[in-house]
């Protein structure tokens, strides 16, 4: 399937595009989204209800759907939806004691909410699903439409994902070690050697197509594996690589989910060490932060870099040659990997 | 508390309640109409809102949706609404 365009909200100036010209440092383990001016597409009345979630994700999506009157459908993969709206519900279910319960938290709280609400705003009624499989729910929704343009039953659909930061998920993970304790640079946060990582946010969205005109790149295929062994990790990478053709030596990029916690950074060192010691190595979450669906942030930047753009200094860990063909490796919190392969469209 | 104050009191709840941040209390008048092209341009969510607002600040349940459009039309018939029924 091929990608026409593309859209981003996320800690780093995507909203403008200004991302893989320079990038912001952080310090701190928040990365919080950097949203644009909503109000020259979405209604205040629309507006003033929306959580940060449903922002951000109507934000980037505006932009494609603004200008696509055909779709076949709207499929986005958000591990939470609206977090911080679904937990000010459950807390006023206990403050009024089950009583009389205000329904706007509860409407923008549920993950499916984004993707009924474009489906709302662009008159949209064709098929219309979220994936919430955690961190894979990306992937999974890459997948739900790489089997639709298989079966022929979609030429153009709306992908996406959406995460938010939300105050009592980020103090739970944080009891859990999942963020770093230590104030740390985003400039050092890939080298700490310390336990956890830092949160971040963010929406992309991918206008696919089932034909080639006007792409900007070719996402080829996507797989992914729950709880491996060490040992299976490589096999699965092969197997992924060989189905599509190709050897580990095909690939000239590989784009890591490194996030700085050395609980799980070692499963990149595994994959790349074994398999691709020379090719081009990028990170992202240094970037952005780790959030369940950030790998469709590593989507966008593999994008950009197979359309021609020069990749940001503080994304690359290695770079040797023009990226066309990239592996995207991914984990959350060691448990759930994806592989994304991202080719420059006219391969 | 007078009518006077209520009214003002209600018109700050209905900013909270409904995330009006474009509305500065003084922008809000007790006769404009909450519904309808004019006024405030509120929907049928909002209306939702307004019934739990008053329950919850007020203790007064507004039960007969059909009330509900001789109450909800603006601030000084909301006022009227809770003055009656307040215990």
Sequence with gaps: ?347 | MDKEQLKKELINHIITYLNLSDYTPEEITADMPLFGDAGLELDSIDSLELIVMMEREYGVKLTNPTEGRKILIDVNSMADFIIANKK
Excluded at chain 1, 169 to 198: H, M
Excluded at chain 1, 306 to 327: D, R, W
Aim: charged share 20%.
């Design chain 1, 1 to 347: 399937m091929y990608v026409i365009k593309t859209s981003n909200i996320s800690p780093q100036n995507t909203h403008n595009g200004q991302f893989m010209q320079q990038t912001i440092s952080y310090t701190g383990n928040k990365y919080s989204a950097i949203e644009p001016d909503y109000t020259a597409m979405i209604r205040p009345a629309q507006l003033r209800r929306m959580g940060k979630c449903i922002r951000m994700g109507t934000g980037s999506a505006l932009p494609i759907l603004q200008d696509e009157d055909k779709l076949d459908g709207i499929i986005l993969g958000s591990s939470e939806g609206g977090l911080e709206d679904c937990i000010k519900f459950l807390i006023q279910i206990v403050d009024y004691n089950e009583g009389t319960l205000t329904p706007t938290n509860f409407v923008q709280s549920t993950p499916n909410a984004l993707a009924g609400n474009l489906a709302i705003m662009s008159k949209n009624k064709s098929y219309n699903t979220t994936h919430v499989h955690r961190g894979l729910a990306f992937e999974n929704a890459l997948l739900d439409a790489l089997l639709l343009f298989d079966e022929q039953k979609a030429e153009t659909l709306l992908v996406g994902n959406v995460d938010e930061i939300s105050e009592y998920n980020f103090n739970i993970e944080t009891k859990a070690d999942q963020y770093k304790k230590e104030e740390i640079s985003s400039d050092e946060l890939l080298n700490s050697q310390t336990s956890g990582t830092v949160c971040g946010e963010g929406s992309s969205m991918f206008l696919l197509s089932s034909k080639p005109t006007n792409a900007v790149a070719q996402i080829v295929d996507v797989s992914h594996i729950c709880y491996p062994q060490k040992e299976e990790i490589i096999a699965f990478t092969n197997t992924f690589l060989s189905k599509n053709g190709l050897i580990p030596a095909d690939i000239d990029s590989v784009i890591v989910g490194r996030n700085g916690d050395c609980k799980t950074d070692f499963w990149y060192d595994l994959v790349c060490d074994e398999m691709f010691k020379t090719q081009n190595l990028y990170s992202f979450k240094n970037l952005v932060g780790e959030y369940p669906t950030a790998s469709a942030f590593a989507t966008y930047f593999a994008c950009n870099l197979v359309a021609g753009k020069k990749a940001p200094k503080a994304s690359i860990i290695h770079e040797c040659t023009v990226p066309k063909t990239i592996l995207i490796y991914n984990h959350f919190k060691g448990e759930q990997h994806g592989l994304i392969l991202v080719k420059q469209s006219q391969l």
